[in-house]
Each structure stands twice: as structure tokens, then as C-alpha cells.
């Protein structure tokens, strides 16, 4: 996809009508900016029900965090 898009005086963007399609992005969709390099990237962030059960089967004894290490 080659599609551009130009910033307005209000700092708005609009997506592309053949990205929208491609992705299946509906309004009101929330999105999450993420800095990457000279860039950023966009993405969709799920709602909590559509989360359900992805973590199916985790144990959670196991776990380790950040103070774990080293």
C-alpha cells in the first residue's frame, strides 16, 4: 500500500479508505501511537472481550517479572 495522507491545520489525519478496508477499522476505533525510529506506528487497540481466553492454559505461579532479573 502506497496511500498517503496529509496532517490538517487541526492535526488531524484521515486514513485512507482502501487501508480502512484492508484492516476492517470501524469509527470509534481506539488507536495507540508508538514512536519507531523517524516513524510511528499505529495500532489498534483491542477491547478487553476480544482479549478473552488468548490467555488460556498460563500458569501464573511461573511467573517472572522485571525484579526477577539479574
Known amino acids: 500500500m502506497s496511500d498517503t495522507a496529509t496532517l490538517s491545520s487541526k492535526f488531524?489525519?484521515?486514513i485512507p479508505k482502501g487501508v480502512r478496508n484492508a484492516r476492517k477499522w470501524k469509527p470509534g476505533q481506539e488507536f495507540a501511537f508508538i514512536p519507531k525510529g523517524s516513524g510511528v506506528l499505529l495500532v489498534p487497540v483491542p477491547k478487553v472481550?476480544?482479549?478473552a481466553g488468548t490467555l488460556a492454559g498460563v500458569d501464573v505461579q511461573d511467573y517472572r517479572d522485571r525484579n526477577d532479573r539479574y
Request: glycine share 0%.
Open 12 to 14: 488531524q489525519i484521515s
Open 49 to 51: 472481550e476480544d482479549l
